[in-house]
């Protein structure tokens, strides 16, 4: 082996040692990093595990925002037409937060059932919109169409 | 009848569009002189028809020509004008003739500079450029024709999405396209050499200044995009690794790995393959930036579903013009032979291909954390994402590592460095850097985090580092000895002054950054750092076409008046609200006031911000773009000639060695 073709190897294998390195430490920060989605009816039927963060899209309920008076705290409940999930956040919310309004929440669900939202996320513009919102609106709208069509 | 006109001059540009890729590339390839002459002609005109198309939208704009249709969509007449013209590209037909428009300025700059370029070198460039140029105007014509009518006209427009109405909106699209659109510049360059069967040092000095101008405005982009992401709330501060972000972060970091590995090409005639590969990745991923922000493949699924024509346009161009170049690589390629000479472990060499490794590992990850996701939705596999932490604990290990060797590498020779040399230079600023970091985390009184104290170390050994050859050269010139330094060694040194400087801001405010969200009640106040906030109500204010509430905010320290500030919130007609963060701007800090939400009876949730050294962020942006420009006024560029390049082409190292580093004597 030449010189030059050892150095070649212990190169490429420098290389080689580095981005699997970096690649294990990628999939490691993904894996310790994701967070699952699940819609009201899925936490609903027990797919969620209490503690675990995750995200839930759905519209908030007509009629269901109330807030402690004199605190950022609000609570209001989230449905996608077939289940409804208490939500309960301390902050301030998106400007287009509002009955009705499709979002998405980003939180732990507890023992009681409440969801604990630290992030509330709503639509500000279709074209800076997660897609999980596109999908739960257009879910829940459905759903409601279908539960129109169904009372008539 | 002008909108008309519009539409019409897009479809002479394809047609110019198609003659300029025919001649250039297959009259190339026959060595057929006279279709090689006609390249030109073609590509200024293709060129002048696409920019006419684009000043007959933006006319119809200023004239409120509600009958067509984008124009209804996207303005109003109480629209104030500036932002009638930055609402050509506020939605996705005209941001995709914005798109064309810019690919007709970088065509319109390869034609009128590329005449010193071998003719058929030149023709290919041109040819390539063509062919991009064919793809998106078919797109725009088949599936986005910004020109279309809306019958019977609207008698009031929809009014420009209210979130874009803001200067960021005249600076950062334009720019960040330059960015994008210049890559497909530094593209072509590299389609045009391997289809040409030649790759060498000329090459890379021929697309070098290209690439860099490209990687400048990318970078101008970018920090515009984050600046303008920071003062509007709710968008996640100065980055949020949002997709939309990640799109635009993917072809710098490869751009940046090209300008490094253009420079081992040009100085040493080493790593021309992989050069040619980052050119075809940093392209492409510009490409997929355009595609995934602008189709809507990303942030809506649905876009799908409104027009799929447009979806599987996109993904069938971007297919083919990644697919073609990459089979053509793997076709020519390996006819190119490093014969760089070799070097040994501890070169110059060496060092930038470890920052190319490094920085592309960071794309792939971005890559990895933006896609994938997006892939798993679209296979109905389960909807997950990847937030901040992903990236940010990808991050942090990678550019550790990555800002101790950017200290190092300007200070290994090529071929084969020496320790002992490259320690004598940088074992003071080593020294200086520890010290000033030590200095700066006492006074700073931080919690002393690994990753504040690890953020401002290497923020101080970037900086000093990048510092100690410009010094020593001064120096020595102030003692009359005879020390010129090179403009591209300088912009060199600037550059990574700015990157340090960027480090010590993002680090700084993630860091001792403090946030409060809390309720107030008009007289009550907030101490937050020794800064007393008292609020002071809201009023009812006007604007061309909104109605907002402005809150006062009176910011005492020890009871002197420090400033007063004044948040809005605004509601446009266009139903759309939209919350305008006030900001108290400083060199060291920023204090940063948004209204929250009314609670009743006068009592609002706020935002109250302490930023230090946040301007770091943007200030060293600017300076990486300064280094750029600087190393782009190297004479070399300027005086290129193709004699002089002939000569070049067999450059013995020594040659090239003295060109870039020009060591003094020690």
């Given at each position: 082996m030449t010189p030059t073709r050892r150095r070649r190897l212990v190169i490429v294998i420098a290389m080689v040692v580095g981005v699997a390195i970096a690649a294990g430490l990628g999939l490691q920060a993904f894996r310790n990093n994701l967070l699952y989605y699940f819609t009201p009816s899925q936490v609903a039927a027990g797919d969620a595990h209490a503690g675990q963060r995750f995200r839930m899209g759905g519209l908030v309920a007509m009629g269901s925002v109330r807030r402690t008076p004199g605190s950022m705290t609000v609570h209001f409940t989230l449905t996608d037409m077939k289940d409804s999930i208490p939500i309960t956040y301390t902050g301030i919310l998106p400007d287009l937060f509002r009955e009705g309004q499709g979002i998405v929440v980003y939180g732990t669900l507890e023992k009681n059932g409440q969801f604990v939202a630290d992030q509330v996320l709503a639509k500000h513009d279709s074209k800076y919109m997660p897609p999980e919102v596109t999908a739960a609106m257009q879910k829940a709208m459905q759903a409601q169409q279908a539960a129109v069509k169904g009372a008539s | 009848m002008i909108p008309e006109l519009g539409q019409l001059a897009l479809v002479i540009a394809l047609c110019l569009a198609v003659a300029q890729c025919f001649f250039g590339i297959v009259g190339a390839q026959r060595g057929h002189f006279i279709w090689m002459n006609a390249v030109r002609?073609?590509?200024?005109?293709?060129?002048?028809?696409?920019?006419?198309?684009?000043?007959?939208?933006?006319?119809?704009?200023?004239?409120?020509?509600?009958?067509v249709r984008y124009v209804a969509e996207n303005s109003n007449t109480a629209l104030p004008w500036p932002y009638k013209i930055t609402a050509v590209w506020g939605a996705h037909e005209g941001s995709l003739l914005l798109w064309i428009f810019v690919l007709g300025l970088w065509t319109l700059a390869v034609a009128r500079f590329s005449r010193r370029l071998p003719q058929e070198f030149a023709s290919r460039v041109l040819g390539v450029l063509g062919l991009i140029s064919i793809g998106f105007l078919l797109f725009m014509l088949?599936?986005?024709?910004?020109?279309?009518?809306?019958?019977?006209p609207a008698a009031q427009g929809r009014d420009l999405n209210p979130l874009l109405?803001?200067?960021?909106?005249?600076?950062?699209?334009?720019?960040?396209?330059?960015?994008?659109?210049?890559?497909?510049?530094?593209?072509?360059?590299?389609?045009?050499?391997?289809?040409?069967?030649?790759?060498d040092a000329v090459w890379a000095r021929w697309s070098r200044p290209w690439t860099l101008v490209a990687w400048l405005f990318l970078t101008i982009g970018i920090t515009f995009g984050s600046w303008w992401s920071y003062y509007v709330l709710g968008w996640g501060g100065f980055w949020f690794w949002?997709?939309?972000?990640?799109?635009?972060?993917?072809?710098?970091?490869?751009?940046?790995?090209?300008?490094?590995?253009?420079?081992?090409?040009?100085?040493?005639?080493?790593?021309?393959?992989?050069?040619?590969?980052?050119?075809?990745?940093?392209f492409s991923l510009s490409l997929l930036g355009t595609f995934l922000v602008r189709s809507g493949i990303l942030i809506s699924v649905h876009?799908?579903?409104?027009?799929?024509?447009?979806?599987?346009?996109?993904?069938?161009?971007?297919?083919?013009?990644?697919?073609?170049?990459?089979?053509?690589?793997?076709?020519?390629?390996?006819?190119?032979?490093?014969?760089?000479?070799?070097?040994?472990?501890?070169?110059?060499?060496?060092?930038?291909?470890?920052?190319?490794?490094?920085?592309?590992?960071?794309?792939?990850?971005?890559?990895?954390?933006?896609?994938?996701?997006?892939?798993?939705?679209?296979?109905?596999?389960?909807?997950?994402?990847?937030?901040?932490?992903?990236f940010d604990h990808i991050f942090v290990p990678l550019m550790i590592p990555f800002f101790i060797l950017i200290g190092i590498g300007p200070y290994v020779r090529w071929k084969h460095g020496s320790v002992p040399h490259t320690g004598r230079k940088l074992g003071w600023v080593a020294a200086l850097a520890l010290l000033v970091g030590a200095v700066v985390i006492v006074l700073l009184r931080a919690e002393t985090s690994f990753i504040a104290m690890a953020g401002v170390l290497l923020a101080a050994w970037t900086v000093f580092s990048a510092l100690q050859e410009p010094a020593q050269r001064l120096w020595q010139r102030l003692h009359h000895r005879h020390a010129g330094l090179g403009r591209s060694v300088l912009g060199m040194s600037v550059a990574h002054v700015g990157a340090g400087l960027m480090i010590l801001g993002v680090t700084v405010t993630t860091m001792l950054g403090i946030t409060v969200d809390r309720v107030f009640t008009p007289g009550s106040s907030l101490t937050v750092h020794g800064d007393q906030y008292t609020f002071e109500g809201v009023r009812d204010v006007s604007g061309p076409n909104y109605q907002a509430v402005q809150g006062t905010f009176v910011v005492t320290r020890n009871g002197r008046p420090v400033t007063v500030i004044y948040p809005q919130k605004r509601q446009f007609r266009r139903d759309g609200t939209t919350t305008e963060a006030a900001i108290d701007a400083g060199p060291f800090r920023d204090l940063y006031i948004a209204l929250g939400n009314p609670l009743g009876h006068g009592a609002w949730s706020v935002r109250i911000e302490y930023k230090p050294l946040v301007r770091f962020i943007w200030l060293g942006g600017l300076i990486m773009v300064l280094g750029g420009f600087i190393a782009l006024m190297d004479k070399r560029y300027r005086r290129v000639r193709v004699k002089a390049i002939a000569l070049d082409v067999a450059a013995t190292p020594e040659e090239a060695g003295r060109d870039l580093t020009r060591e003094p004597e020690h």
């Open positions: - | 002609p073609a590509a200024v005109g293709q060129a002048l028809f696409v920019s006419l198309a684009f000043v007959i939208l933006t006319y119809s704009f200023l004239t409120n020509d509600f009958s088949t599936t986005s024709d910004p020109f279309t009518r809306l019958l019977p109405q803001d200067p960021g909106m005249a600076i950062h699209p334009p720019m960040l396209y330059m960015g994008y659109v210049g890559m497909s510049v530094a593209f072509a360059f590299a389609v045009a050499a391997l289809l040409g069967g030649r790759m949002d997709p939309v972000e990640n799109a635009s972060f993917m072809p710098w970091l490869v751009g940046t790995a090209l300008v490094h590995s253009l420079a081992v090409t040009e100085k040493r005639g080493a790593f021309k393959s992989w050069t040619a590969l980052l050119a075809i990745a940093a876009a799908f579903a409104t027009d799929p024509r447009r979806g599987i346009f996109i993904l069938a161009m971007l297919g083919a013009f990644v697919g073609l170049a990459l089979i053509l690589y793997a076709w020519r390629a390996p006819m190119f032979s490093d014969n760089g000479g070799g070097f040994k472990a501890f070169s110059r060499e060496t060092f930038l291909l470890l920052n190319n490794i490094f920085l592309v590992v960071a794309a792939a990850a971005v890559l990895l954390g933006t896609l994938y996701p997006l892939v798993l939705g679209a296979l109905k596999l389960g909807q997950i994402s990847v937030g901040p932490p992903y």
